[in-house]
């Protein structure tokens, strides 16, 4: 895809597939638990590197939010899924979001964990901090910037160890990309609403961005539950694996029950 190849992980199955989408700086490995858990119980699950990010390097073109959209639609194709579960985290979240809005026709689900709502209204404040959330991560010295990430994103010391890792395979530059490709994604439209079954996931300690508070609002918008995690910050699949999966394989459940109903 434009000059780069995205490397993916099919864990075969016979239950409904899942594609997971990873984070900005994260790879497929923040999935690893997710991916052996689901797999475990029978569904096809699929992780990817988004360009520029794990083995999916050299970036080629770029990393904006075109890219990554027509990325993941390519992906699809190429595995040849069109009825899918799309699941992300944060900037996974956001993009999942962004296929779905476009294509609803693809999805037998959608699974938010500790992203953004996308379709929110923003108030000034808000697309202030937006507007000023690059330059304010760019004045950070580039050899501090996966620790400081890290630090901001997990609880745990697995997961923050894991977290380093993964921002320390992109350059200070390239992160600053993909930010303001994730700030991109974001598409205010107060009366829209999500197509497809959906799951909010966060941490009860998320405090990135407006998480904490909006997606409070987002379910209350769309008439659910959020899922909040004990004791679990920004990547909460990896800070409390268990529950998230526990989460997961809950939600997987009505939907196979659903298209169970819908076949009859």
């Not at 699974?111 to 507007?131: C, D, K, T």
């Not at 009860?204 to 409070?216: F, H, K, V, Y």
Request: contains cysteine; hydrophobic residues 45%.
């Amino acid at each position: 895809m434009a000059g780069c190849d995205l490397r993916y992980w099919d864990h075969p199955g016979e239950g409904i597939p899942v594609v997971f989408s990873h984070g900005a700086g994260a790879d497929h490995v923040m999935f690893q638990a997710q991916a052996d858990h689901l797999a475990g119980l029978g569904h096809r699950v699929i992780t990817w590197d988004m360009r520029g990010h794990g083995a999916s390097r050299p970036t080629g073109a770029p990393f904006t939010a075109a890219r990554a959209i027509a990325d993941l639609l390519a992906l699809l194709e190429h595995l040849r899924l069109d009825r899918v579960v799309l699941a992300g985290q944060s900037l996974g979240g956001n993009l999942s979001q962004a296929v779905v809005r476009l294509h609803p026709e693809i999805a037998l689900g959608l699974i938010v964990i500790g992203s953004a709502w996308n379709a929110a209204p923003l108030s000034r404040l808000e697309r202030l901090l937006l507007r000023t959330a690059a330059p304010g991560l760019s004045m950070i010295p580039a050899g501090r910037l996966p620790a400081v990430l890290a630090r901001a994103s997990a609880i745990t010391e697995g997961a923050r160890e894991d977290a380093r890792r993964a921002f320390s395979q992109l350059t200070k530059r390239e992160f600053l990309d993909v930010w303001r490709a994730t700030t991109d994604l974001l598409d205010p439209n107060p009366a829209y609403r999500t197509p497809v079954p959906l799951c909010l996931i966060r941490g009860e300690l998320d405090r990135t961005g407006n998480i904490a508070s909006g997606m409070p609002q987002w379910a209350r918008v769309e008439g659910i539950d959020e899922i909040v995690i004990p004791g679990a910050g920004h990547i909460a699949n990896q800070d409390a694996p268990d529950t998230v999966n526990a989460a997961i394989e809950s939600f997987l459940l009505g939907a196979a029950a659903r298209e169970v109903r819908n076949g009859e």
